[in-house]
């Protein structure tokens, strides 16, 4: 059974910073590209970055280019979202996800052409 769970979510002030990991369980990560994406309230899903499984390549949305990094871990089935500058419109429920890549990770992060998905994890950037 595929699984992915989001945790490091919370509360934290403005220019202050975040980690987020995703783990994943049923299926082996090296062959999955990844994604991080985002909801607002009343916004639409925003594919915030993503990672390809097999050259290392990575797409970022353009309002967290900069501040945030996605990593992988394969050895451990974790993915990360290292997020710094945070300022309060990042505010969120952050989402990971999973797939066997169909097309170039730009296009599955910004379309949002994912297939696994975890729970969500909420940011919340306020003073």
């Known amino acids: 059974q595929v699984q992915l769970v989001e945790s490091g979510g919370g509360l934290v002030q403005p220019g202050g910073s975040l980690r987020l990991s995703c783990a994943v369980s049923?299926?082996?990560?090296?062959?999955?590209?990844v994604g991080w994406f985002r909801q607002a309230p009343g916004k639409e899903r925003e594919g915030v970055s993503c990672?390809?499984?097999?050259?290392?390549?990575?797409y970022y949305a353009d309002s967290v280019k900069e501040r945030f990094t996605i990593s992988r871990d394969n050895a451990k089935n974790t993915v990360y979202l290292e997020m710094n500058s945070l300022k309060p419109e990042d505010t969120a429920v952050y989402y990971c996800?999973?797939?066997?890549?169909?097309?170039?990770?730009?296009?599955?992060?910004?379309?949002?052409?994912?297939?696994?998905w975890g729970q969500g994890t909420q940011v919340t950037v306020s003073s």
């Open positions: 996800a999973a797939d066997s890549p169909p097309t170039t990770v730009q296009t599955m992060c910004v379309m949002g052409l994912f297939t696994s």
């Open positions: 049923g299926f082996t990560l090296d062959s999955y590209a």
């Open positions: 990672i390809s499984n097999y050259d290392g390549h990575t």
